[in-house]
């Protein structure tokens, strides 16, 4: 249940959207997280999603989810040069004496104003 | 909420000498993680306490490594002897009910000469 993948790096343009994609190998996940860190500063938790959903989306962010692919993504709409960050997918794995928050390698977010 | 607080933000010392981390987590939250960030393994769970007991520490590296938790406000990270390769990022979260969503704390950046 470790293996979450996401590609290293993407580059926009100021205005564009972003879609930053991830995979997951376990099909047990029942939490799945979006994180972000800008430099030099802690994760800050952007949204998350229940397993049980699809898609969620708040203000700028849309997560989607393929529950058959293992299969998450996160869409930020008209993305700001403030969105330049690494992004981290995570999964929570409820395998009994397993149980753990998964993270993905991140992806770095450029915006090119 | 001032949110999960770490101290030092930076630590440089030199192999051989003690390290202690701390970490404040949320006032209310009932569970307390310790991460570890290299750019080589990415971001590593150590340790996970639930209402201050130690409930998986198998990510914890070797013996050098231990941490307490006395009370629902306070926790820390000891390494001792440090290490070159104990340089890393350290972070702490903390999340309300176990695995539920975590907060994380800004980190400390551990550099051993």
């Known amino acids: 249940g470790e293996d979450v993948e996401q590609s290293l790096f993407l580059s926009v343009r100021e205005g564009d959207s972003s879609v930053i994609n991830c995979t997951y190998t376990?099909?047990?996940?029942?939490?799945l997280y979006w994180y972000k860190q800008e430099p030099g500063a802690g994760l800050q938790l952007l949204t998350y999603?229940?397993?049980?959903?699809d898609m969620k989306q708040d203000q700028r962010l849309t997560v989607l989810l393929n529950k058959k692919d293992k299969h998450l993504s996160l869409r930020i709409a008209d993305t700001q040069t403030g969105d330049s960050a690494i992004y981290f997918c995570?999964?929570?794995?409820?395998?009994?004496?397993?149980?753990?928050?998964?993270f993905g390698t991140g992806t770095r977010l450029t915006v090119i104003p | 909420d001032a949110g999960v607080i770490q101290s030092p933000r930076h630590e440089v010392t030199e192999m051989g000498q003690e390290v202690t981390l701390r970490c404040k987590p949320i006032?209310?939250?009932?569970?307390l993680f310790w991460y570890r960030q290299t750019m080589m393994r990415g971001l590593e769970l150590l340790i996970y306490?639930?209402?201050?007991?130690?409930?998986?520490d198998s990510g914890m590296p070797e013996d050098r490594f231990s941490a307490k938790m006395p009370n629902a406000s306070f926790s820390t990270l000891k390494i001792q002897p440090s290490e070159p390769r104990d340089s890393a990022v350290y972070f702490c979260?903390?999340?309300?009910?176990?695995?539920?969503?975590?907060?994380f704390g800004p980190g400390t950046r551990l550099l051993v000469l």
């Open positions: 995570a999964h929570f794995s409820g395998q009994t004496g397993a149980n753990n928050l998964f």
């Open positions: 376990d099909s047990s996940s029942t939490y």
């Open positions: 306490f639930n209402n201050n007991v130690p409930i998986d």
């Open positions: 006032s209310g939250h009932n569970s």
């Open positions: 999603i229940f397993s049980n959903m």
């Open positions: 979260a903390s999340s309300l009910r176990g695995w539920e969503t975590q907060y």
